[in-house]
């Protein structure tokens, strides 16, 4: 199983990233996927997950900002993010879960920093 992310970078308040999360080893389209990330300082927390049948669901303060998606052919899941705030700071990370589960399949990470 290998979870590589990217799409990760500087952006100011206001502006929009799009991360990628190609897998391998594994069917996406058959696996609960997650979007998770880690701020300086803080724990790991959920940020949104896309459910086996396509269904996804977002913690409150994404919620309408970001989508996540997959693409079958591509064995690859996204996250696209606007209107992104400094709160939003923080390395995210493509899991192989419902949610945050620690030992959960994860990648390396992608960092993204809202700065103006």
């Known amino acids: 199983v290998q979870l590589v992310e990217s799409g990760g970078g500087l952006v100011q308040p206001g502006g929009s990233l799009r991360l990628s999360c190609a897998a391998s080893g594994f069917t996406v389209s058959n696996n609960d996927m997650s979007w998770v990330r880690q701020a300086p300082g803080k724990e790991l927390e959920w940020v949104a997950s896309?459910?086996?049948?396509?269904?996804?669901a977002y913690r409150e303060s994404v919620r309408g900002r970001f989508a996540v998606s997959r693409d079958n052919a591509a064995n690859s899941v996204y996250l696209q993010m606007n209107s992104l705030q400094p709160e939003d700071t923080a390395v995210y990370y493509c899991?192989?879960?419902?949610?945050?589960?620690?030992?959960?399949?994860r990648g390396q990470g992608t960092q993204v920093t809202v700065s103006s």
């Open positions: 899991s192989k879960s419902w949610g945050v589960r620690i030992g959960a399949p």
């Open positions: 896309i459910h086996s049948v396509g269904v996804p």
